[in-house]
T-cell receptor, first 112, second 115 residues
Framework: DAKTTQPTSMDCAEGRAANLPCNHSTISGNEYVYWYRQIHSQGPQYIIHGLKNNETNEMASLIITEDRKSSTLILPHATLRDTAVYYCIVRVSGGSNYKLTFGKGTLLTVNP | DAGVIQSPRHEVTEMGQEVTLRCKPISGHNSLFWYRQTMMRGLELLIYFNNNVPIDDSGMPEDRFSAKMPNASFSTLKIQPSEPRDSAVYFC?????????????FGPGTRLLVL
Protein backbone atom coordinates (compact mmCIF):
# COMPACT_ATOMS: atom_id res chain seq x y z
CA ASP A 1 0.00 0.00 0.00
CA ALA A 2 1.15 3.56 -0.71
CA LYS A 3 2.58 5.56 2.16
CA THR A 4 0.86 8.70 3.35
CA THR A 5 2.24 11.89 4.87
CA GLN A 6 0.16 14.10 7.12
CA PRO A 7 0.99 17.08 9.33
CA THR A 8 1.40 16.12 12.96
CA SER A 9 -1.09 18.65 14.24
CA MET A 10 -3.44 21.44 13.17
CA ASP A 11 -5.67 23.96 14.86
CA CYS A 12 -9.03 25.23 13.72
CA ALA A 13 -11.52 27.74 15.12
CA GLU A 14 -14.96 26.45 15.97
CA GLY A 15 -17.41 27.07 13.16
CA ARG A 16 -14.69 27.39 10.55
CA ALA A 17 -13.82 24.85 7.90
CA ALA A 18 -11.04 22.45 8.79
CA ASN A 19 -8.90 21.40 5.83
CA LEU A 20 -6.69 18.41 6.54
CA PRO A 21 -4.09 17.58 3.87
CA CYS A 22 -2.63 14.20 3.00
CA ASN A 23 0.18 13.43 0.62
CA HIS A 24 0.20 10.04 -1.11
CA SER A 25 2.54 10.66 -4.02
CA THR A 26 3.21 6.95 -4.65
CA ILE A 27 -0.46 5.98 -4.92
CA SER A 28 -1.28 3.59 -7.73
CA GLY A 29 -4.35 3.45 -9.92
CA ASN A 30 -6.21 0.81 -7.94
CA GLU A 31 -5.72 2.34 -4.50
CA TYR A 32 -8.47 4.12 -2.62
CA VAL A 33 -8.01 6.99 -0.18
CA TYR A 34 -9.75 6.44 3.15
CA TRP A 35 -10.15 8.78 6.11
CA TYR A 36 -10.80 7.67 9.66
CA ARG A 37 -10.69 9.65 12.87
CA GLN A 38 -10.18 8.69 16.48
CA ILE A 39 -11.65 10.81 19.22
CA HIS A 40 -9.86 10.47 22.53
CA SER A 41 -10.57 7.16 24.30
CA GLN A 42 -12.78 5.89 21.48
CA GLY A 43 -12.32 3.48 18.59
CA PRO A 44 -11.51 4.78 15.11
CA GLN A 45 -14.49 6.04 13.16
CA TYR A 46 -14.90 5.89 9.38
CA ILE A 47 -15.38 9.27 7.71
CA ILE A 48 -15.18 8.98 3.94
CA HIS A 49 -13.32 7.35 1.08
CA GLY A 50 -12.74 7.91 -2.64
CA LEU A 51 -10.86 6.70 -5.68
CA LYS A 52 -10.48 9.69 -8.00
CA ASN A 53 -13.62 11.77 -7.87
CA ASN A 54 -14.40 14.19 -5.08
CA GLU A 55 -16.78 12.77 -2.50
CA THR A 56 -19.13 14.30 0.03
CA ASN A 57 -21.21 12.82 2.80
CA GLU A 58 -22.91 14.08 5.93
CA MET A 59 -19.63 14.26 7.80
CA ALA A 60 -17.11 15.68 5.37
CA SER A 61 -15.90 16.26 1.84
CA LEU A 62 -12.91 14.60 0.22
CA ILE A 63 -11.03 16.45 -2.49
CA ILE A 64 -8.54 14.36 -4.49
CA THR A 65 -6.15 16.11 -6.86
CA GLU A 66 -6.28 15.20 -10.53
CA ASP A 67 -2.94 13.35 -10.34
CA ARG A 68 -4.20 11.64 -7.16
CA LYS A 69 -0.96 12.36 -5.35
CA SER A 70 -2.64 14.29 -2.58
CA SER A 71 -6.03 14.82 -1.02
CA THR A 72 -7.76 17.11 1.44
CA LEU A 73 -10.42 16.22 3.98
CA ILE A 74 -12.75 19.12 4.63
CA LEU A 75 -14.94 19.45 7.72
CA PRO A 76 -17.12 22.37 6.62
CA HIS A 77 -18.11 23.70 10.05
CA ALA A 78 -15.82 22.28 12.71
CA THR A 79 -17.16 21.83 16.23
CA LEU A 80 -15.37 21.08 19.48
CA ARG A 81 -16.45 17.46 19.11
CA ASP A 82 -14.40 17.20 15.93
CA THR A 83 -11.19 17.39 17.97
CA ALA A 84 -9.53 14.06 17.16
CA VAL A 85 -6.66 12.35 15.38
CA TYR A 86 -7.44 12.07 11.68
CA TYR A 87 -5.90 9.23 9.69
CA CYS A 88 -5.44 9.22 5.93
CA ILE A 89 -5.10 5.64 4.66
CA VAL A 90 -4.46 4.31 1.19
CA ARG A 91 -5.87 0.86 0.47
CA VAL A 92 -5.27 -1.33 -2.53
CA SER A 93 -8.35 -2.80 -4.18
CA GLY A 94 -7.02 -6.32 -4.63
CA GLY A 95 -5.02 -8.87 -2.66
CA SER A 96 -4.89 -8.06 1.03
CA ASN A 97 -7.53 -5.42 0.63
CA TYR A 98 -8.95 -5.86 4.11
CA LYS A 99 -5.95 -4.22 5.74
CA LEU A 100 -6.17 -0.76 7.24
CA THR A 101 -2.65 0.51 7.90
CA PHE A 102 -2.84 3.44 10.30
CA GLY A 103 -0.02 5.97 10.38
CA LYS A 104 0.43 8.66 13.01
CA GLY A 105 -2.35 10.86 11.66
CA THR A 106 -3.04 14.56 12.27
CA LEU A 107 -4.22 15.77 15.65
CA LEU A 108 -6.88 18.35 14.88
CA THR A 109 -7.71 20.66 17.77
CA VAL A 110 -10.85 22.74 17.38
CA ASN A 111 -10.69 25.82 19.57
CA PRO A 112 -13.67 27.78 20.91
CA ASP B 1 -27.92 -1.00 15.78
CA ALA B 2 -25.75 -1.31 18.89
CA GLY B 3 -22.50 -1.26 16.99
CA VAL B 4 -19.54 -3.44 17.84
CA ILE B 5 -19.62 -4.44 21.50
CA GLN B 6 -16.49 -5.22 23.47
CA SER B 7 -16.03 -6.43 27.01
CA PRO B 8 -14.61 -5.74 29.41
CA ARG B 9 -13.94 -2.05 28.78
CA HIS B 10 -11.09 -2.04 31.28
CA GLU B 11 -8.98 -4.88 32.59
CA VAL B 12 -6.19 -4.77 35.15
CA THR B 13 -4.35 -7.99 35.79
CA GLU B 14 -1.06 -9.28 37.06
CA MET B 15 1.72 -10.69 34.98
CA GLY B 16 1.24 -14.37 34.27
CA GLN B 17 -2.55 -14.30 34.45
CA GLU B 18 -4.80 -15.30 31.59
CA VAL B 19 -6.76 -12.48 29.95
CA THR B 20 -9.78 -12.96 27.71
CA LEU B 21 -11.20 -10.12 25.65
CA ARG B 22 -14.59 -10.46 24.03
CA CYS B 23 -16.22 -8.99 20.95
CA LYS B 24 -19.68 -9.05 19.45
CA PRO B 25 -19.63 -7.78 15.85
CA ILE B 26 -22.43 -5.90 14.17
CA SER B 27 -25.19 -8.31 13.19
CA GLY B 28 -24.86 -9.42 9.58
CA HIS B 29 -21.19 -8.55 9.27
CA ASN B 30 -19.03 -11.44 8.15
CA SER B 31 -15.57 -9.97 8.65
CA LEU B 32 -14.02 -9.40 12.06
CA PHE B 33 -10.73 -7.79 12.98
CA TRP B 34 -8.70 -7.50 16.18
CA TYR B 35 -6.35 -4.52 16.49
CA ARG B 36 -3.97 -3.38 19.22
CA GLN B 37 -3.02 0.23 19.88
CA THR B 38 0.02 1.43 21.82
CA MET B 39 1.79 4.76 21.94
CA MET B 40 4.94 3.26 20.49
CA ARG B 41 3.48 1.20 17.64
CA GLY B 42 0.14 2.87 16.93
CA LEU B 43 -2.74 0.74 15.63
CA GLU B 44 -1.75 -2.72 14.44
CA LEU B 45 -3.90 -5.47 12.94
CA LEU B 46 -3.53 -8.66 14.95
CA ILE B 47 -5.89 -11.07 13.22
CA TYR B 48 -8.66 -11.10 10.63
CA PHE B 49 -11.60 -13.53 10.38
CA ASN B 50 -13.89 -13.97 7.42
CA ASN B 51 -17.04 -16.07 7.88
CA ASN B 52 -15.68 -17.20 11.27
CA VAL B 53 -12.46 -18.54 9.71
CA PRO B 54 -9.08 -16.97 10.56
CA ILE B 55 -7.65 -15.65 7.33
CA ASP B 56 -4.63 -13.68 8.44
CA ASP B 57 -3.01 -14.00 11.86
CA SER B 58 0.38 -12.66 10.81
CA GLY B 59 0.00 -9.77 13.24
CA MET B 60 -0.41 -11.95 16.31
CA PRO B 61 2.69 -11.19 18.39
CA GLU B 62 3.51 -14.66 19.64
CA ASP B 63 2.08 -17.94 20.83
CA ARG B 64 0.79 -16.36 24.00
CA PHE B 65 -1.93 -14.75 21.90
CA SER B 66 -4.82 -16.74 20.47
CA ALA B 67 -8.14 -15.76 18.93
CA LYS B 68 -11.30 -17.69 18.19
CA MET B 69 -14.58 -17.03 16.48
CA PRO B 70 -16.93 -19.90 17.35
CA ASN B 71 -19.89 -18.26 15.61
CA ALA B 72 -20.84 -15.20 13.61
CA SER B 73 -21.75 -13.16 16.68
CA PHE B 74 -18.84 -13.75 19.03
CA SER B 75 -15.07 -13.65 19.10
CA THR B 76 -12.44 -13.85 21.81
CA LEU B 77 -8.82 -12.77 22.04
CA LYS B 78 -6.90 -14.57 24.74
CA ILE B 79 -3.49 -13.80 26.20
CA GLN B 80 -1.91 -16.53 28.29
CA PRO B 81 0.28 -15.81 30.15
CA SER B 82 0.02 -12.03 30.07
CA GLU B 83 3.07 -9.77 30.33
CA PRO B 84 3.42 -6.05 31.10
CA ARG B 85 4.32 -5.33 27.46
CA ASP B 86 0.85 -6.53 26.48
CA SER B 87 -0.61 -3.41 28.09
CA ALA B 88 -2.50 -1.63 25.32
CA VAL B 89 -5.95 -0.82 24.01
CA TYR B 90 -7.42 -3.72 22.05
CA PHE B 91 -10.03 -2.90 19.42
CA CYS B 92 -12.40 -5.20 17.63
CA UNK B 93 -13.86 -4.12 14.28
CA UNK B 94 -16.31 -5.69 11.87
CA UNK B 95 -17.33 -5.13 8.28
CA UNK B 96 -19.92 -6.40 5.83
CA UNK B 97 -17.27 -7.93 3.61
CA UNK B 98 -13.58 -7.85 2.95
CA UNK B 99 -13.49 -5.68 -0.15
CA UNK B 100 -11.73 -2.35 -0.23
CA UNK B 101 -15.06 -0.56 -0.31
CA UNK B 102 -16.20 -2.20 2.90
CA UNK B 103 -16.07 0.06 5.91
CA UNK B 104 -14.67 -1.31 9.13
CA UNK B 105 -16.64 -0.31 12.22
CA PHE B 106 -14.70 -0.26 15.44
CA GLY B 107 -15.79 -1.03 18.97
CA PRO B 108 -14.94 1.15 21.97
CA GLY B 109 -11.91 -0.94 22.87
CA THR B 110 -10.65 -2.79 25.93
CA ARG B 111 -7.97 -1.01 27.93
CA LEU B 112 -5.64 -3.68 29.30
CA LEU B 113 -3.07 -3.02 31.99
CA VAL B 114 -0.78 -5.86 32.99
CA LEU B 115 1.12 -5.18 36.19
Amino acid sequence: DAKTTQPTSMDCAEGRAANLPCNHSTISGNEYVYWYRQIHSQGPQYIIHGLKNNETNEMASLIITEDRKSSTLILPHATLRDTAVYYCIVRVSGGSNYKLTFGKGTLLTVNP
Amino acid sequence: DAGVIQSPRHEVTEMGQEVTLRCKPISGHNSLFWYRQTMMRGLELLIYFNNNVPIDDSGMPEDRFSAKMPNASFSTLKIQPSEPRDSAVYFCASSLGQGVRETQYFGPGTRLLVL
